[in-house]
């Protein structure tokens, strides 16, 4: 088993630490291999934000830096999508990124993060954790993994409203597939 996934978004919006919560909940939760690479703009806010992954069940991926074939990308901000091409799937944050941007060939997943942030918490802030609950549907990792990670590196005001984000996200897309 093998996943590359790319996430997206711009300064400010927690993509890195998406990256970091999902390489945790793989390797340390899991008990997978992972590779994570990061790269962003020198704007505190607002700059373009990557974080590439590679999740394995296979231990020698460490010659592997960078994603070649992403399996899935999180777009969080429709910013720099214009290097995004042939993934098979799309989670996309639905009231920021317009589905007419993506590529046409991959299966597009919309989630109105930021909206069901705002709804919830009043805050876009835990924006980023939902969007991860959403995307533990795909069991590349759970939803307990996930939130054992947040525990681990959150800090303690901040965790328990980022593990109900990601149980709305997670909740939100299994109203829709089942």
């Not at 993509?15 to 340390?28: D, H, N, P, T, V």
């Not at 989630?111 to 802030?125: C, H, K, Q």
């Amino acid at each position: 088993m093998r996943h590359e996934i790319i996430i997206v978004g711009r300064g400010g919006q927690g993509i890195l630490f998406m990256g970091y919560i999902l390489g945790l909940a793989a390797s340390k939760f899991m008990g997978y291999s992972v590779v994570s690479y990061q790269s962003y703009s020198a704007e505190t806010r607002g700059g373009r934000t990557r974080c590439e992954l590679i999740i394995s069940d296979e231990e020698d991926i460490i010659d592997d830096i960078c994603v070649s074939e992403a399996e899935y990308a999180i777009i969080m901000y429709d910013g720099g999508l214009e290097k995004i091409r042939g993934y098979t799937k799309v989670f996309y944050n639905s009231g920021l990124v317009a589905v007419s941007a993506l590529p046409e060939e991959c299966e597009k997943i919309g989630v109105p993060a930021t909206r069901i942030a705002l709804e919830e918490f009043g805050s876009t802030i835990p924006a980023n954790m939902v969007m991860l609950g959403a995307f533990a549907l795909t069991r590349i990792v759970t939803l307990e993994s996930l939130a054992g990670a947040v525990r681990e590196v959150s800090r303690s005001e901040w965790a328990d409203m980022n593990i109900k984000a990601l149980n709305i996200g997670f909740k939100f897309m299994k109203s829709r597939v089942v």
